[in-house]
């Protein structure tokens, strides 16, 4: 057991834990941020996705002894059901999912590019996304939503 600090979503949050404990539990279960979804626990479906220190990663493979003194976004940050992000809102709008459990790792993945790297290519939106499965392949109309999202400037608020 030792003591970790992290700073998530612009709150520093002190715990006495088990430091191998996963991210991605630690904020589900001890911050009850339930927007981060543990698919297949081992880093091959991105439903982990969050923000750690400007770097999207998969918080199923992050050991929380890892994150003492780093800055996490998950997807609560950004907007909630009232008052969505425009990135958020724009996704919606374009029918770009069919589900809610891919879907705030794909957010995460994706404004972690734009924060980035505001005008990305094709390529390197695919690029970007490659770790964030949908079963359902719902690809096209995501990537056609992310387009719009860049020309309008959305990520940007
Ligand atoms: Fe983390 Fe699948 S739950 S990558
Ligand atoms: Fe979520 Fe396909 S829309 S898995």
Do not use: W
Not at 7 to 15: A, I, M, P, Q
Not at 141 to 152: M, P, Q, S, T, Y
């Amino acid at each position: 057991m030792e003591y970790v600090s992290v700073e998530v979503n612009g709150h520093t949050r002190v715990t006495y834990t088990d430091p191998a404990t996963p991210l991605a539990v630690f904020l589900r279960e001890e911050l009850e941020l339930r927007g981060t979804k543990i698919g297949c626990g081992n880093g091959e479906c991105g439903a982990c996705t969050v923000i750690m220190d400007g770097r999207a990663v998969c918080s199923c493979l992050v050991p929380l002894g890892r994150t003492d003194g780093r800055e996490i976004d998950t997807v609560e940050s950004l907007g909630d059901p009232d008052d969505l992000h425009p990135i958020q809102r724009k996704l919606v709008e374009r029918g770009a999912f069919q589900c809610g459990f891919c879907t705030p790792g794909v957010v995460m993945s994706l404004v972690a590019l734009l924060r980035g790297n505001p005008n990305p290519t094709d390529a390197e939106m695919r690029i970007a996304l490659q770790g964030n499965l949908c079963r359902c392949s719902g690809y096209v109309k995501l990537l056609e939503a992310i387009g719009e999202i860049v020309r309008e400037g959305l990520h940007e608020r």
